[in-house]
């Protein structure tokens, strides 16, 4: 029987590893949940013979996810069209530019001919696939649904897809302005200025202050500035790979919720895509308690893990799902008055979908707001800096032309 190495967390900060003898990778998995741990890593020790392993995740990072969500359409279309896994995996290799999603392709044909699910090759490659996806592709297979469960991915990655795509649009041409802006005021700072001081220098004329201060500026950016961008790009990938504990985590997710504005957009942003992953995996035939644990983990805010983890304990001693979110600090009325209808009615699925649209909607619209709030900010806070900059040069010039006469 394989064995399995495996990094899971038992409690809020506790981890443990060990090794564990079962099936597969999956039966290793629910194992590890089932005894309460949240498994983190979990992988096969590959003998010397017998085993292929699937290709470095390394690659992986250059797959986009894009081509992810094509895949996904791409076999959606074919298993449809009542092709076999393996053929279609197959047709899509050659369909395939990328060379290393070739390599994804290739293990994946293979591990199907040697008799595997196609979800549990998919586990191989948690950086590609997630979680979530993978068990989208078991239930289907379990059920005889796949093509239902496919049509349901695409549509969902297209859903997230298009949001990140609204937020970043929105966010575009803000970040162009800062980014001209800058490169304004580094110009005039570093080329201007030094060739007006040598003016000033030469007139003998005593300078007003702001003056002195945009020079001193200058001087010291000219000389240091590249020395500080060195410092804050090893600061800021010094604390990008920082490990955090989970207090601290949980900390700066409440903080982040309180902002202005932005609070809100995290907010409806996590209870969108909750809404949507919860409400796919239900349709798909993933048991309740097993696809509110799943859907944690396409949540990047600690705050609503720690609440979806107390309403998987109350269903488990239990309660009704909209009794657990009712009881929630941060699920708003709205969210349990709609889950409640549809437990009664029996279709908690469209329900979900309907809150996940209602939050999609209304983070289209905080985007908006924040990105109407922020074009002309941004814009007076660069004009201020560009005037205070002129002013100060020009300052100096009109005091000599009144020396003068």
């Known amino acids: ?11 809020p900060e506790k981890i443990i590893e060990g090794v564990l003898e079962k099936d597969n990778r999956d039966a290793a998995i629910a194992h590890l949940i089932q005894m309460g741990y949240t498994p983190i890593q979990v992988n096969e020790e590959m003998e010397a013979k017998g085993k292929t392993a699937a290709p470095s995740f ?5 797959i986009r996810p894009a081509e992810i969500t094509v895949f996904t359409q791409q076999l959606a279309s074919l298993v449809k069209s009542g092709v076999s896994i393996l053929d279609a995996i197959g047709i899509i290799f050659k369909q395939t530019d990328n060379n290393r999603m070739k390599d994804v392709l290739s293990y994946l044909h ?31 297979e379990i059920g005889g649904i796949l093509k239902d469960s496919l049509t349901r991915l695409v549509g969902f990655r297209e859903e997230e897809e298009e949001m990140k795509a609204t937020v970043v649009s929105a966010l575009a041409y803000p970040i162009f302005i800062v980014l001209v802006g800058i490169l304004t005021i580094f110009i005039l700072i570093t080329f201007a200025v030094p060739r007006l ?10 300078l007003p202050f702001i003056t002195r201060v945009l020079v001193s500026t200058s001087m010291q950016i000219k000389n240091y500035g590249f020395l500080v961008l060195i410092v804050i790009a090893v600061i800021f990938f010094r604390l990008k790979r920082m490990k ?27 209870l969108a895509r909750f809404s949507r992953s919860f409400g796919v995996l239900l349709g798909s035939g993933i048991p309740i308690l097993q696809a509110i644990h799943i859907s944690m983990l396409t949540l990047d805010n600690e705050i609503f893990k720690a609440e979806l983890k107390k309403i998987e304990k109350s269903l488990t001693d239990g309660a009704s799902l909209a009794h657990g979110v009712e009881n929630s600090d941060y699920f708003p ?3 349990s008055n709609m889950i409640a209808v549809g437990e009664k009615s029996g279709n908690l699925e469209s329900a979900l979908m309907e809150i996940a649209h209602f939050y999609e909607r209304e983070v289209r619209k905080i985007t908006k707001v924040i990105t109407s709030l922020l074009e002309p900010a941004i814009i007076l806070v660069m004009g201020l800096i560009v005037g205070f900059i002129v002013f100060a040069m020009l300052l100096p010039i009109f005091e000599i032309n009144l020396a003068v006469r």
């Open 1 to 11: 029987m394989p064995k399995f190495t495996y990094k899971a967390k038992k409690g």
């Open 58 to 62: 390394i690659f992986s990072k250059r």
């Open 110 to 140: 293979k591990e199907l001919e040697d008799g595997k699910m196609l979800s549990s090759a998919l586990s191989n490659y948690p950086g590609l696939f997630s979680p979530f996806y993978v068990n989208m592709v078991r239930a289907g």
């Open 197 to 206: 001081t040598v003016l000033f220098e030469e007139s003998g004329q005593a």
């Open 244 to 270: 955090i504990n989970e207090k601290e985590k949980l900390a700066l997710d409440r903080f982040k919720l309180k902002l202005p504005l932005f609070g809100g957009l995290i907010k409806k942003t996590g």
């Open 333 to 335: 009325s709205f969210m």
